[in-house]
């Protein structure tokens, strides 16, 4: 019998209906006040005993405290307008967004997430795993009316993202992991600082430290545009070198149901691979062997002791039963290509 194989997600699950607007990537909340923190804690528990009845490893939250990755981050640094919303092309326009408005130079006041990884910690034995917005993904979430350029404001959300996060660590998280989708879009721009300003993001963690890096939710303006990509999507294949040098400890990354060529993952020999072993469209319900197929097709290009089966992306826009039954999936396929 092998060491099992430590399973997880991406990060982002589904919202109740009674919570929030669902199938929405920036839902309304149907809550308020105190009932919408007590909402959010019982939705947070809901999914963390959903994922320890799945079996996987490395629990989330499924960012029920949050309404965006990142805007979810976003509503407590001061200098953002957010009743200045700016139009703006997410994903170097992949789609189009109102954003709010970086107007004053950007300050953290006080801590955005301790609350919320603190009410994790307490309501599992298991590892933990807190997600973060990366610097460059920020960037290309919110409109710039303060900085001269995206990289500038990159640094300063990499100088407060390591505040929160060090924080994040001293309350028992043990992975601590920055969302970069943005990095496939901005191959260039990664190239010359957004891995450094990732870099600043983690500097000086204890912890162990992730980036998450995607073609994107299951949403139609995402399945749209892979369309567009061809066969082989090869934007990793400059970015994998720099980030195999990096200090983080994990890369995670698609792998079922996409076009990255497998290869690429012998690019990261230095790194934990968190492969995504299923799809986040609803329209495709893995099977555990499914699962399992997956999981020993990736161990062809990934060592055993360095793989973590996990989801392709977050699957906050999935129908609720769709993303149950996907991590129990997840959970059981693990199992069995464990043996």
């Known amino acids: 019998m092998k060491k099992k194989l430590l399973a997880t997600t991406a990060g982002s699950l589904p919202k109740p209906e009674w919570l929030a607007e669902p199938e929405k990537l920036w839902p309304k909340w149907n809550l308020r006040e105190n009932a919408l923190w007590e909402g959010q804690k019982k939705a947070a528990k809901i999914w963390i005993k959903e994922q320890e009845q799945a079996g996987l490893d490395i629990i989330s939250d499924g960012e029920q405290f949050r309404i965006h990755f990142v805007h979810g981050f976003l509503q407590n640094i001061l200098g953002i307008n957010w009743n200045k919303k700016t139009p703006m092309g997410i994903r170097n326009n992949r789609y189009t967004v109102k954003v709010p408005t970086v107007i004053e130079p950007v300050q953290r006041s006080s801590s955005i997430h301790s609350r919320e990884a603190k009410f994790l910690r307490d309501n599992t034995e298991r590892k933990i795993k807190f997600s973060l917005p990366g610097p460059m993904t920020i960037c290309d979430t919110i409109a710039n009316e303060c900085y001269r350029s995206r990289s500038t404001m990159a640094y300063e959300f990499a100088s407060i993202l390591n505040e929160e996060a060090k924080e994040l660590e001293k ?18 721009e990664t190239l010359d600082w957004g891995i450094d300003a990732l870099e600043k993001a983690a500097e000086g ?135």
């Not at 969302?179 to 496939?184: G, L, R, S």
């Not at 399945?223 to 082989?232: A, F, P, Q, S, Y």
């Not at 495709?284 to 360095?306: C, F």
Request: proline letters at 6%.
């Open 171 to 188: 309350i028992g998280v043990d992975i601590i992991q920055f969302d970069e989708p943005a990095f496939n879009s901005f191959t260039d």
């Open 205 to 339: 963690l204890g912890c162990k430290t992730a980036v998450h890096i995607c073609y994107g939710y299951g949403i139609q303006e995402n399945i749209n545009w892979k369309k567009t990509l061809g066969e082989n999507w090869n934007q990793y294949q400059k970015i994998f070198p720099l980030l195999n040098k990096s200090t983080l400890n994990q890369i995670s990354l698609e792998f079922a149901g996409s076009n990255v060529p497998p290869s690429l993952m012998r690019l990261l020999p230095d790194k934990e691979l968190m492969v995504g072993v299923i799809t986040v469209v609803a329209d495709e319900l893995e099977t555990p062997e499914d699962v399992k197929k997956n999981i020993l097709s990736a161990l062809k290009y990934v060592d055993y002791e360095r793989l973590i089966p996990c989801s392709n992306c977050g699957m906050a826009p999935l129908p609720e039963q769709i993303a149950i039954d996907k991590i129990k999936s997840l959970g059981q396929g693990t199992l069995l290509a464990s043996k």
